[in-house]
């Protein structure tokens, strides 16, 4: 098309957009368009969708909005239940949770473990259909990170990007820029947060769960504990190598600096963990590091 005809229309089309979003939002006359295809993250589920507070102590609240009537009760029992294990357990975790997510929108995908956007702060789409009570806890002090994270992000500028600097992300098993591996880096340290208070708790002989821990369920906790200290202090080297590259702002380093006195303290007991482990997921762990070792033979060269 002309580019004058071309750009007519594309601003017919975006101004239809805008139209719809102010009809089924801000309560503008019209009738809804069918092809405006529904935006799951603003609401816009196929049925009516349902909303109840859940108290967090002291006034704060979390809103559970879900389009799904039929299991609506049993989900919001689950949140709350993870909480409250959180609140037990792990309470410097609970307490940061309570101050950014606000909201919590359940998704079923098998493709998605949860997701937020940092155009919608507190917002955490979480999959509580394939997922068990242990992951629940990590999804959402894990979305709960990215929300306290972007925070920052949008009152300064923590980072310098250089597309010639990249460095290989264990969670993805992939080579990511700056930006990625310091986004993983400080989400991740909440999933070893929470596992590490849980292995504590653990070997104390003092979780109490809902149900019996199953042996399963033990041998789960140790491992992400170990899995996640592992993978973080392979990218705690990086972001070192990144700050001498100029890539980390001293906003950026604000941020991390304090989070990475609390991880290496995290880390004391990993030896400890190790031992309570069964020897096959000890082997997972030497074979983890041993990637690790070949990867950064490749990549830091």
Known sequence: MPLKLASEKTL?????????????????????SPSYRNQFELGEFPGKACSQKVSLGFGEELEFYSWDQKSFHSQIQRITQALDLVKTYSPESYELFKRF????????????????LQSLPGHSFINLYNRD?????DDLLHENGHHHLNHYLILESPLREDPDQIYYSPWRRSLRPVRGIYHAHLTFFFALKLYH????AVMEERLEWPKP????????????????????????V???????FGQILPAGMKLL??????????????????KKMSPAQRRKIQKLQATLVEQARLTRS
């Open 12 to 32: 017919k089309t975006l101004e239809a957009q805008l139209h719809q979003i102010a009809i089924r939002h801000l309560g503008a006359v019209g009738m809804r």
């Open 101 to 116: 997510t606000k909201r919590v929108v359940p998704i079923k995908q098998k493709e998605f473990v949860s997701y937020s």
């Open 133 to 137: 009570d242990l992951d629940l806890m």
């Open 197 to 200: 208070d849980l292995s504590v």
């Open 213 to 236: 821990l199953s042996a399963k369920e033990r041998e789960k906790i140790f491992f992400r504990y170990a899995e996640e200290w592992v993978m973080l202090k392979y990218t705690a």
């Open 238 to 244: 990086d972001l070192k190598r990144a700050r001498q």
């Open 257 to 274: 600096t304090g989070m990475e006195a609390e991880r290496l303290k995290l880390g004391n007991m990993f030896a400890q963990v190790l």
